[in-house]
């Protein structure tokens, strides 16, 4: 989908969308429609249900004597609601459903809302960029779709009074849906396509944003003491992987320490020999989704050209059983040199995070550490599939996190660790064991997680519940979400880049 930007003028084809708020106050651009069309809009409005709410949307199919082939009215609500995430899911409400009229072009008219937080051209610019999010298809393996059941919409044309504002507004948001959109991508792919090797491959295409991508076998691991990661990979044919990605964007001869972000990245989780049920396990493809944000933010990060020092390392791992598989007992030896007996070979995304996270303070020195993980199912049984789960060291990188959320629409609810958490994990043999007992499996979890992390600002994210969506919302189709990407670009942006 083409999206441009233009002033205001009723189009010579296609569909046009003009708003009203809330008690049907009619914007200059829809005033000016229904002048054009001969009163058409307001006899419309006036034997509609149509109350200019956020979500009302009444059409008006060949309008008049107008050349287009349907006019759209749509609902802002309050002027005082209308910010940019409200904007972003009006973009993705008209193009989901302009997607299903057969319409090719569709133009989007912007107007001034007086008492609303965002200018005509931020607005602008927030509109396309829930469109593009909203426009998001995985269809590469679809072959025999009828045209009519394919989406229809080529061109968007934001019509403001300053589309060159616009556009310029709409520049880095347009990079952020390029990492959103490729993690989506990776997120949806079968793992007979996505496995450590071609996902670091993947990760290695960043090096065309000047992202610096190193790509460590399973023999570097080995020498690096990473016997947490590689026990979980041990039992498939496919190597385990770690990938680092650097994107130095502060200026040289500026010494600041990075800001970093660390995935789990389990391309295909059976559980291993704790092997899961059979119902569902499909869906465990999307087990790499932290290892997807990352790659995806790191994507984002590098395209808008970001002035801040930012480094991605995921673990990269395919979780199989089979007679060379780790077993429930097993003990292994972190890089940290601290010692995990193996209870679950089904809760191995905290032993390859273990190894990850304690490489990257010890290579790196940052200054603050994230990581994402589709880590547990007890979280989605606190939380559902509305927040992720935030659990930090630290209370200032917690209130950041938070505020990011709220603002990217991608929402984090911080729970709790503490000491009585942590005693549950403690094994009789070793220095710890992989999973506690039946309760707050999500806390001891980022208990275990917490013990490879000494004193630095760190954050865990389970995202568990929030990296697949089995239906559409305004800016997220149904599929992969791409969660954390949007989450965690905005935390840079508001905190840790230059200006």
Do not use: C
């Not at 019509?159 to 989506?184: C, I, Y």
Request: hydrophobic share 45%; glycine share 10%.
């Amino acid at each position: 989908m083409k999206i441009q930007f233009a002033k205001f003028e009723i189009p010579e084809s296609g569909a046009l969308a003009v708003g009203a708020l809330e008690d049907r106050k009619l914007q200059a651009s829809a005033t000016a429609l229904d002048k054009a069309a001969k009163g058409a809009l307001i006899r419309a409005l006036g034997v509609s249900r149509f109350k200019g709410r956020s979500d009302d949307l009444l059409q008006l199919l060949a309008p008049g004597d107008l050349p287009l082939s349907r006019a759209l009215l749509f609902g802002l609500g309050q002027a005082t609601a209308v910010d940019a995430l409200a904007a972003q899911a009006l973009g993705g409400r008209l193009v989901a459903y302009t997607n299903g009229t057969g319409d090719s072009a569709l133009a989007i008219a912007i107007d001034a809302v007086p008492g609303a937080a965002l200018s005509p051209a931020e607005m602008a610019a927030n509109v396309a960029f829930g469109a593009r999010l909203r426009a998001y298809r995985f269809d590469k393996y679809r072959t025999k779709e009828k045209p009519e059941q394919k989406p229809s919409l080529k061109k968007l044309t934001l019509l403001v009074e300053d589309p060159n504002a616009a556009k310029k507004l709409f520049e880095p948001l347009d990079r952020l849906a390029d990492g959103v959109v490729f993690t989506r991508d990776l997120v949806s792919e079968p793992a007979n396509v996505i496995y450590p090797e071609s996902l670091a491959e993947q990760a290695k295409t960043l090096e065309e944003l000047d992202v610096k991508v190193e790509i460590l076998g399973e023999k570097e691991m080995k020498k690096l003491g990473m016997n947490a990661l590689l026990g979980v990979g041990q039992g498939s044919a496919r190597e385990s992987q770690l990938v680092v990605m650097q994107w130095k964007g502060l200026p040289e001869g500026r010494k600041k320490p990075p800001v970093a972000f660390i995935g789990k990245g389990v391309t295909f989780d059976t559980g291993g020999i704790s092997i899961k049920p059979a119902a569902g396990m499909e869906e465990m493809k999307w087990d790499m989704a932290g290892a997807g944000a990352v790659i995806g933010l790191m994507k984002a990060l590098a395209g808008r050209k970001a002035k801040v020092n930012a480094i991605g390392v995921i673990g990269l791992v395919e979780n199989m059983p089979s007679g060379t598989a780790q077993r429930p007992g097993d003990v292994v030896k972190s890089m940290s040199g601290q010692t995990i007996e193996v209870i679950n070979t089904d809760a191995e995304g905290r032993l390859v995070l273990a190894d990850a996270i304690w490489y990257t303070q010890d290579r790196f020195k940052p200054q603050l550490m994230v990581n994402l993980a589709t880590l547990t199912g007890a979280i989605m049984i606190a939380l559902g599939q509305i927040h992720a789960g935030l659990f930090s060291n630290n209370d200032q990188l917690s209130e950041r996190l938070l505020a990011a959320g709220r603002g990217s629409g991608e929402l984090l609810w911080r729970m709790p660790l503490g000491e009585g958490y942590d005693k549950i994990i403690n094994s009789d043999i070793a220095d710890m064991k992989n999973v506690g007992n039946r309760y707050g499996g999500s806390i001891t979890a980022a208990q275990f997680i917490q013990r490879f992390v000494n004193d630095v600002p760190w954050a865990h994210l389970d995202i568990a519940g929030m990296a697949w969506s089995d239906k559409d919302a305004p800016t997220v189709p149904k599929g992969a979400t791409g969660y954390g990407v949007r989450l965690l670009e905005r935390f840079v942006a508001d905190h840790y880049e230059e200006r």
